[in-house]
């Protein structure tokens, strides 16, 4: 292994640093976007039966926005309700906003090392060209250890590259891909709570409405 990094030449430490971050982003990405530490399943029936119960506490409030992604994005709409749906679905929206861009954390950097890692390696084929045509003009073509390794330099550094590129695009594609599914999940439950917290306030309204007028 240590002699195809020496035979790479100098362009493979950036490489290889270059995998290290892929490596370390797409295990902390695999952790941190679990589905049931971002948006727990039953977690809006809960809410809701303790809303309903009148057990939901400053405790359980905190608990819930300190639980998860989709805790944080209910409980800022269950602090404005009472202020209009308007305003509800726009604290919502503002928290929801910051929970996606904490998701989509180190994406950009795995998108980069995936787009330079190729050029790291093509840069690294010129080099060994630039060299296979130099020991050329200086010693005819005669020396073929010289001109092997040169060659060997411009394949391995592309390889290398390519090896590390393909699966850093691919992760992150994958993660894109998680991070869009679960916004929408998250998006869905947000509405469903807006629906049926001020669908109940008008049910009350409802029923209160003919009261007041006898």
């Not at 040169?150 to 393909?166: D, F, H, K, Q, R």
């Not at 807006?194 to 049910?203: A, C, F, N, P």
């Amino acid at each position: 292994m240590f002699e195809i990094v020496q035979a790479g030449g100098w362009l493979m430490i950036p490489i290889i640093l270059c995998s290290v971050i892929s490596a370390a982003i797409c295990v902390e990405r695999f952790w941190t976007l679990r589905r049931q530490q971002i948006a727990p399943r039953n977690l809006l029936a809960q809410v809701w039966n303790w809303i309903k119960n009148s057990e939901l506490d400053a405790k359980r409030m905190r608990d819930l926005k300190n639980g998860s992604s989709l805790g944080q994005i209910l409980a800022a709409g269950i602090t404005n309700h009472r202020r209009g749906r308007d305003i509800m679905k726009e604290s919502i929206e503002e928290v929801a906003s910051h929970v996606v861009h904490e998701l989509e954390r180190y994406l950009n950097t795995l998108g980069t090392v995936a787009a330079i890692t190729p050029l790291l390696g093509l840069l690294g084929t010129v080099i060994g060209m630039i060299r296979v045509f130099t020991s050329i003009k200086l010693e005819g073509t005669g020396n073929a250890a010289v001109l092997a390794g040169g060659i060997s330099e411009a394949l391995i550094t592309t390889a290398a590259g390519l090896t590390v590129a393909i699966p850093s695009l691919f992760f992150y594609r994958f993660f894109q891909r998680r991070i869009n599914e679960l916004a929408v999940s998250m998006e869905q439950e947000a509405l469903k709570l807006i629906k049926v917290m001020h669908s109940d306030r008008e049910g009350k309204r409802a029923e209160v409405a003919p009261v007041i007028s006898k």
